[in-house]
Nanobody
Framework: VQLQASGGGLVQAGGSLRLSCAAS????????MGWYRQAPGKQRELVAA???????NYADSVKGRFTISRDYAKDTVYLQMNSLKPEDTAVYYC???????????????WGQGTEVTVSS
């Protein structure tokens, strides 16, 4: 299973970016897809996640500014980031809990990371 993330870049404070992450490979089902981020010198943290039932979960720091969505047919997750702040600067990683076949357990997979830089 591979996760390909895209959409990062440099943006001024108050601006917007949209991240995308597509899963490919042998996939039977995906339970949760989400986004994490890691700023320099800090631990990786959950930004947002969405279940296979469409229930979103957000970090308090991004509520009201970020929106996570999912295209179930394309095994793709999106993160719309509005009103960006300098403290949102980080490498953003997508994550998916994937069951490859009906007979195996669910495993967690990570994308390669996409860098988001918000200038003040």
């Amino acid at each position: 299973v591979q996760l390909q993330a895209s959409g990062g870049g440099l943006v001024q404070a108050g601006g917007s970016l949209r991240l995308s992450c597509a899963a490919s490979g042998t996939i039977f089902s995906i339970k949760v897809m989400g986004w994490y981020r890691q700023a320099p010198g800090k631990q990786r943290e959950l930004v947002a996640a969405i279940s296979n039932r469409g229930s979103p979960n957000y970090a308090d720091s991004v509520k009201g500014r970020f929106t996570i969505s999912r295209d179930y047919a394309k095994d793709t997750v999106y993160l719309q980031m509005n009103s960006l702040k300098p403290e949102d600067t980080a490498v953003y990683y997508c994550n998916a809990d994937v069951r490859r076949t009906p007979s195996v357990i669910t495993n967690s997979y990570w994308g390669q990371g996409t860098e988001v830089t918000v200038s003040s």
